[in-house]
């Protein structure tokens, strides 16, 4: 199992990125894929989830209306589309694969988004 995560980077507020983890070692379509982040001092938070087929999303409360999360399972990728950024949106992003139908998960390595003037 490998993940790819790129997009990360400095960037000033308001600003946009464009996170992707591009996964190999696994039936990709068969996971729910999420984007969690970390930020220094604070616990892992779920940001966004996409199901497998991508029919259906959810957000936290904090980026909604902010953030995009999107896949194309025929690339075995998925994407987390970040607008409007602020400064509370610095932390380390990280891609998370959970099986459909069992107790299995797979993390990415995680990127850096820093929001900073």
């Known amino acids: 199992v490998q993940f790819v995560e790129s997009g990360g980077g400095l960037v000033q507020p308001g600003g946009s990125l464009r996170l992707s983890c591009a996964a190999s070692?696994?039936?990709?379509?068969?996971?729910?894929m999420s984007w969690y982040r970390q930020a220094p001092g604070k616990e892992r938070e779920q940001v966004a989830g996409i199901s497998s087929a991508g029919g259906s999303t959810n957000y936290a409360d904090s980026v909604k209306g902010r953030f995009t999360i999107s896949r194309d399972n025929a690339k075995n990728t998925v994407y987390l589309q970040m607008n409007s950024l602020k400064p509370e949106d610095t932390a380390v992003y990280y891609c998370?694969?959970?099986?459909?139908?069992?107790?299995?998960?797979?993390w990415g390595q995680g990127t850096q988004v820093t929001v900073s003037s």
């Open positions: 998370r694969a959970r099986l459909m139908y069992g107790p299995v998960e797979h």
């Open positions: 070692g696994f039936t990709f379509s068969n996971y729910h």
